[in-house]
């Protein structure tokens, strides 16, 4: 709290946002779940599984909004129809799996998700997003927004192109460019056509202006206080759900992220993706987990991505 408090709070939220989140960066650990992701290593089977994982966060998000539609701080930058991301999770999840989208949680990847329980990083994160929600002030859920979507909008468009030569779904149909990859689509602001980096740009201004009138909105400076120290947890949060990819066995390494051999040279080439995007050994997880969950970047961060831009 005594760091928090050395913030001006008369500035306006997206600024108090982007620098209230600069610790959580310098806290983080190495993550080699977020360098295989980041790195188109994943297997497929444990992408499957994280994009599962996010499901979950997005539905709870998601809920705990649309719960809130109309609460003063939450209000300005409630768009379900341009930022929900649960239901392109679960089409992706599906269409990876080949089931129907009613189907796949019974698949035997989300029973071993969910036996016996959820991942304990990942509860711990569903537990605080309802906490929350039945909160009599909920307007914190603002902060997990701003984590997720900003970031969803920022580095997703790399995360994209990686997962697609990963797991060669840029061969997919004529409209197959975002089958399995929809989670990273999105809409334009005011229009039905996929958004243009562009067009990304003004979805990221519209939702910054968004949070600085729920600034403006907060009844005192506490409950301000309360969005920016959200920020920050809801980061953690975040690299969190890393440590619960699983690594893939030793014997896999031998294997491409489709599972195929290597002795299939076709598969055995989208090397490409490693030497392209692969982060160097020992860059802290708040900088690879930035492009995923944040889009943020710290200053030792050497990758550089004409898309990518920081979230404030």
Same mark, same amino acid.
């Given at each position: 709290?005594?760091?928090?408090?050395?913030?001006? *709070?008369?500035? !306006?939220?997206?600024?108090?946002?982007?620098?209230?989140?600069?610790?959580?960066?310098?806290? $983080? #650990?190495?993550?080699?779940? /977020?360098?295989?992701?980041?790195?188109?290593?994943?297997?497929?089977?444990?992408?499957?599984? =994280?994009?599962?994982?996010?499901?979950?966060?997005?539905? /709870?998000?998601? /809920?705990?909004?649309?719960? @809130?539609? /109309?609460?003063?701080?939450?209000?300005?930058?409630?768009?379900?129809?341009?930022?929900?991301?649960?239901?392109?999770?679960?089409?992706?999840?599906?269409?990876?799996?080949?089931?129907? #989208?009613? $189907?796949?949680?019974?698949?035997?990847? @989300?029973?071993?998700?969910?036996?016996?329980?959820?991942?304990? $990083?990942?509860?711990?994160?569903?537990?605080?997003?309802?906490?929350? $929600?039945?909160?009599?002030?909920?307007?914190?859920?603002?902060?997990?927004?701003?984590?997720?979507?900003?970031?969803?909008?920022?580095?997703?468009?790399?995360?994209?192109?990686?997962?697609?030569?990963?797991?060669?779904?840029?061969?997919?149909?004529?409209?197959?460019?975002?089958?399995?990859?929809?989670?990273?689509?999105?809409?334009? *602001?005011?229009?039905?056509?996929?958004?243009?980096?562009? #067009?990304?740009?003004?979805?990221?201004?519209? =939702?910054?202006?968004?949070?600085?009138?729920?600034?403006?909105?907060?009844?005192?400076?506490?409950?301000?206080?309360?969005?920016?120290?959200?920020?920050?947890?809801?980061?953690?949060?975040?690299?969190? *759900?890393?440590?619960?990819?699983?690594?893939?066995?030793?014997?896999?390494?031998?294997?491409?992220?489709?599972?195929?051999?290597?002795?299939?040279?076709?598969?055995?080439? !989208?090397?490409?993706?490693?030497?392209?995007?692969?982060?160097?050994?020992?860059?802290?997880?708040?900088?690879?987990?930035?492009?995923?969950?944040?889009?943020?970047?710290?200053?030792?961060?050497?990758?550089?991505?004409?898309?990518?831009?920081?979230?404030?």
């Amino acid at each position: 709290m005594a760091k928090a408090l050395l913030f001006d *709070l008369t500035l !306006p939220l997206a600024i108090l946002l982007r620098e209230g989140t600069k610790q959580a960066h310098t806290e $983080a #650990e190495t993550s080699q779940g /977020a360098r295989l992701l980041l790195g188109g290593k994943l297997p497929k089977d444990e992408y499957i599984r =994280f994009l599962m994982m996010l499901w979950y966060v997005y539905n /709870a998000i998601e /809920a705990a909004l649309d719960k @809130h539609a /109309a609460y003063p701080t939450l209000e300005p930058t409630y768009n379900p129809t341009l930022l929900a991301r649960a239901p392109a999770l679960s089409a992706d999840i599906s269409y990876l799996l080949d089931v129907p #989208e009613d $189907a796949w949680k019974s698949h035997p990847i @989300h029973q071993d998700l969910v036996t016996p329980s959820l991942p304990p $990083a990942l509860q711990t994160y569903i537990t605080r997003l309802r906490t929350l $929600a039945n909160s009599p002030d909920p307007s914190p859920l603002l902060a997990h927004s701003y984590v997720r979507y900003l970031g969803d909008l920022s580095g997703g468009q790399s995360i994209r192109r990686i997962v697609s030569k990963a797991y060669g779904l840029e061969e997919d149909g004529q409209e197959g460019k975002e089958l399995g990859v929809s989670f990273y689509v999105f809409k334009e *602001l005011r229009g039905s056509k996929e958004a243009s980096i562009g #067009e990304m740009k003004r979805i990221k201004d519209w =939702f910054r202006d968004g949070m600085n009138l729920a600034g403006e909105r907060c009844v005192d400076d506490n409950a301000k206080l309360a969005i920016v120290e959200e920020a920050s947890n809801a980061f953690r949060l975040n690299m969190g *759900l890393f440590s619960a990819i699983r690594m893939p066995a030793q014997d896999e390494s031998k294997s491409t992220p489709n599972g195929s051999s290597t002795s299939d040279k076709r598969k055995a080439e !989208p090397s490409e993706v490693d030497k392209t995007n692969e982060p160097k050994a020992g860059w802290p997880v708040s900088s690879v987990a930035a492009v995923i969950a944040a889009g943020m970047w710290s200053k030792s961060c050497s990758y550089v991505d004409t898309e990518l831009t920081p979230i404030a």
